[in-house]
């Protein structure tokens, strides 16, 4: 009884698949509109001028920045199906999941993008701004330790 109830627990894993597809989902449709709002928006406001030009760079920054987390719950939703539901799912070559490590190893790698991102789009916005330095010394640290864990990860695999 006790190795059936075992057995049929990583299916619970299947609510957590469905949440993470269905946020991913619902976050790539929402900030579709949101970028078409943006486009619109700018020529609607300012024309063809340098104010809507940095302010529609910052509204497509951002934009990018939801859709990677986006990619991070679609990556977990996938990785997390392919762990406990179904190993013989097909995916694509770049997110090879064989065990919990490479899901976190995915999932390390795309928050350095969304890092990245959200710096640029403070750069943009905050351009001449000497707090900027020290928002990249701390992005910079962030990604300084998300990259020596990656490193490590890769050393343990050899």
Same mark, same amino acid.
């Given at each position: ?14 609510? *957590? #698949?469905?949440?993470?597809? !269905?946020?991913? &989902?619902? +976050? %790539?449709?929402?900030? =579709?509109? @949101? ?21 529609? *760079? #910052?509204?497509?920054?951002? !934009?990018?920045? &939801?859709? +990677? %987390?986006?990619?991070? =719950?679609? @990556? ?33 790698? %795309? ?48």
């Amino acid at each position: 009884m006790l190795q059936r109830a075992v057995i049929f627990s990583r299916y619970v894993v299947v609510f *957590a #698949v469905v949440a993470a597809l !269905a946020a991913s &989902v619902a +976050l %790539i449709l929402y900030e =579709a509109v @949101v970028v078409a709002e943006v486009i619109f928006d700018a020529v609607r406001r300012g024309g063809f001028q340098p104010t809507s030009g940095r302010a529609l *760079a #910052v509204g497509l920054i951002e !934009a990018i920045d &939801v859709f +990677l %987390i986006a990619i991070v =719950a679609l @990556v977990i939703g996938l990785g997390l199906h392919r762990l406990f539901v179904d190993e013989t799912v097909p995916l694509p070559r770049w997110l090879k999941v064989d065990n919990l490590e490479d899901l976190k190893g995915h999932l390390v790698s %795309i928050v350095i993008a969304v890092l990245a991102v959200l710096f640029l789009s403070q750069a943009v916005e905050r351009a001449g701004d000497l707090d900027l330095l020290k928002l990249a010394g701390a992005f910079a640290l962030m990604i300084t330790a998300l990259a020596l864990f990656l490193f490590m990860r890769v050393g343990k695999k050899e």
